[in-house]
């Protein structure tokens, strides 16, 4: 006969006690599809954690979960349109720091409010970029890269499809003294068909999207941009051990309803997700994207993002970016 550990059964005791103490209406939700809003294009990585999500809420409440992208103006067209959804549990939104950390530091104005439009569901995964050229780049390192942006002041061009990615160019640009050109995208896929293409320098990409390019040969990858390197390079060192001390630039994906969204289903939405980030499809995704699964309450997620706000607007300062 197999025992459980003391503390596994009081936390099976306390989530099954939450369940019981849930009003109909939890119980009874979800009832209908439910719709995940990305601010993302296809293919990126939070699209990649949207349906990667869909599936294992899909199989766990048994109704549809439908990924929907609304990619552009860096996230400003999701995060309004799930903003002004009617708070019934049934339009959610996968995201990241740039909706509800960078943004409001980036723009002097945004058309919704990171906390006051939103209701935190839990915190998911963080992770890191992978500083990007082509395979038949002349810049084999950071600090050829860094050598050729010297000798060639506002020459070298740095493409970004997220506030993550374009913040992770102008902090190296800021941090290693440097004076080069930005060329934004709606999304980091957009961005590495260019970047493939020849049509800029370089890039940071969140790792979900940037590994198969390097893995595929189509990409080579100079350096990772937090503070450790990823498991699925092992040998790429992180851009602050190629010479730019200091250098940490990472991102975190959370999900999110609208305001007003009864605290009963944001309490279910919550263990339906941290139920979710259990499974072994979620685990292995992380596991081959060398990303770093975690979890929050909501009053967890709300505390880490305004944290991560601060964060945020202090690096955004650092790098010297002037608000649109």
Request: aromatic letters at 8%; proline letters at 7%; a positive charge.
């Amino acid at each position: 006969m197999t025992f459980l550990p003391t503390r596994t059964l009081m936390a099976l005791g306390t989530a099954a006690a939450t369940l019981l103490a849930l009003p109909a209406a939890a119980q009874d939700y979800p009832s209908k599809p439910i719709t995940m809003v990305v601010p993302f294009g296809p293919g990126s990585g939070t699209d990649q954690m949207a349906r990667l999500y869909a599936k294992a809420l899909g199989d766990q409440v048994k109704v549809p979960i439908v990924v929907e992208n609304k990619g552009g103006a860096n996230g400003f067209i999701a995060a309004q349109y799930v903003a002004k959804a009617a708070p019934d549990g049934y339009t959610l939104m996968m995201t990241t720091n740039t909706t509800h950390a960078a943004n409001e530091h980036l723009f002097k104005k945004i058309p919704y409010d990171p906390v006051k439009d939103f209701a935190p569901i839990g915190l998911l995964a963080t992770g890191q970029m992978l500083l990007l050229v082509k395979p038949d780049s002349p810049y084999k390192s950071v600090a050829d890269l860094l050598a050729a942006a010297r000798k060639t002041p506002g020459k070298l061009d740095f493409g970004s499809g997220s506030s993550s990615s374009q913040v992770a160019g102008f902090a190296l640009q800021q941090m290693a003294h440097l004076d080069m050109l930005n060329v934004p995208y709606k999304s980091n896929p957009q961005a590495i068909t260019d970047l493939i293409g020849g049509r800029f320098t370089f890039m940071f990409s969140d790792t979900p999207t940037a590994l198969p390019q390097v893995q595929g040969g189509k990409l080579r990858a100079l350096a990772t941009s937090g503070s450790h390197r990823v498991a699925a390079l092992p040998d790429l060192p992180t851009v602050a051990e190629a010479g730019v001390k200091g250098y940490d630039v990472s991102y975190w994906f959370a999900a999110y309803a609208p305001a007003g969204t009864p605290p009963a289903i944001v309490a279910k939405l919550n263990q339906m997700f941290n139920k979710a980030s259990a499974t072994d499809e979620v685990k292995a995704y992380m596991k081959q994207t060398s990303g770093t699964l975690t979890s929050s309450t909501p009053e967890g997620l709300a505390k880490f993002q305004a944290t991560e706000s601060k964060k945020w607007g202090e690096v955004i300062r650092a790098a010297g970016i002037e608000q649109q």
